[in-house]
């Protein structure tokens, strides 16, 4: 029987949405975007994106979400593309069950009451369901009279009109807030951090961890950064540590042994062995052979050559040991999953 391994840190964040599925025991949380006229397009793709990804990197239905229009199914967004919504406020099903509620605004989006957004709104809320708005759309909360009590964020130029037609409200400078079952983004940027937010706490940090590491991988301390490689960069890691990983990550195809690498970087084996335990809560060795499997899963899922050829360009000296490692952390063989991912 092959033994199982397990993905440490960035490691199992990069390659989460190859293992296998995990099992939930929760029916998953459905997420209601209500389109406003000139709704932010980039901001309603950002807040899908995350509950999309989420299932993406869990391999499990955690979210499901539909949109609804005010009066009509086409929707008009900022970019002036049409929407076509699944259904409309009117024709909402009652039994379909909200869990979250989320209005979705824009810069030219009409500011005005919508009396059955508001009924709505409430209606939910009632159930103890989470409301929350896009750029504009926490004024809809508040024509719905449920910012009486919650701190809420706001896009910047419409931070006037919210406090002239609602003076007691609690309208923030913060890109985005999460106030009980009030949650709120100012623009685009502040919408996926709020629906992360959220993510962790409708489901876990591990998944929230996930879906940042795909969504936003460019967001590095320094533009040469690798991606992969992020969890390192940051101020509290030793220059040491940081110069040996990279070392590793330059030298795939051809290992350096751990006391090579000791040697490159001046330090220790101890030294470095400790460093990677305190830091990154694993052995040098076993961080590098991470590193070697996720670069051969990039290399099956993104290239055309044989098993043969990406066990040597990851470092294994034999197809078979490489695909018997591979099998142990992915619980499918390298052939399997190049076959999964055409399909």
């Known amino acids: 029987m092959t033994e199982k391994r397990q993905f440490t840190g960035l490691m199992r964040d990069t390659n989460s949405s190859f293992l296998p599925p995990q ?13 406003l006229e000139h709704f932010s397009m980039v901001s309603f793709t950002s807040a899908a994106d995350t509950l999309v990804t989420s299932n993406l990197v869990t391999t499990s239905q955690r979210f499901t979400f539909s949109t609804v229009g005010i009066s009509q199914q086409s929707v008009i967004s900022d970019l002036g593309i049409a929407i076509t919504a699944d259904t409309t406020l009117d024709a909402m099903a009652p039994q379909i069950p909200v869990d979250v509620l989320l209005v979705c605004g824009g810069f030219r989006s ?50 006037a009109f919210a406090r002239e037609q609602f003076p007691t409200s609690k309208v923030t400078d913060l890109s985005f807030v999460l106030d009980g079952n009030v949650v709120s983004a100012a623009g685009p940027s502040s919408t996926l951090e709020m629906m992360l937010a959220l993510t962790a706490r409708l489901q876990n940090e591990d998944i929230v961890n996930a879906v940042r590491e795909i969504l936003a991988c460019d967001r590095a301390n320094q533009p040469s950064e690798l991606p992969m490689l992020r969890e390192i960069f940051t101020p509290t890691i030793p220059q040491v540590l940081k110069d040996t990983v990279q070392l590793m990550a330059g030298n795939l195809e051809e290992p350096l042994s751990i006391d090579e690498l000791a040697s490159w970087v001046d330090s220790s084996r101890r030294k470095l062995e400790r460093l990677f335990r305190s830091h990154l809560n694993t052995s040098p060795s076993r961080y590098y052979l991470e590193l070697r499997m996720t670069h051969a899963r990039q290399l099956l899922l993104q290239s055309n050559d044989s098993i043969a050829s990406i066990a040597a360009a990851s470092g294994f000296v034999t197809a078979t040991y490489f695909s018997r490692c591979f099998k142990e952390f992915f619980s499918i063989s390298p052939l399997a999953l190049r076959n999964q991912g055409k399909g």
């Not at 005005?112 to 209606?123: T, Y």
């Open 23 to 35: 099992l939930i025991e929760h029916p998953p949380v459905h997420v209601v975007f209500v389109l």
């Open 110 to 159: 009409p500011l005005a009451e919508i009396p059955k957004l508001s009924r709505k709104l409430r209606q939910v809320a009632t159930r103890r369901g989470i409301v929350g708005g896009i750029w504009n759309g926490a004024l809809a909360l508040a024509h719905a009279g449920l910012l009486k009590e919650a701190r809420y964020a706001l896009h910047p130029d419409n931070h």
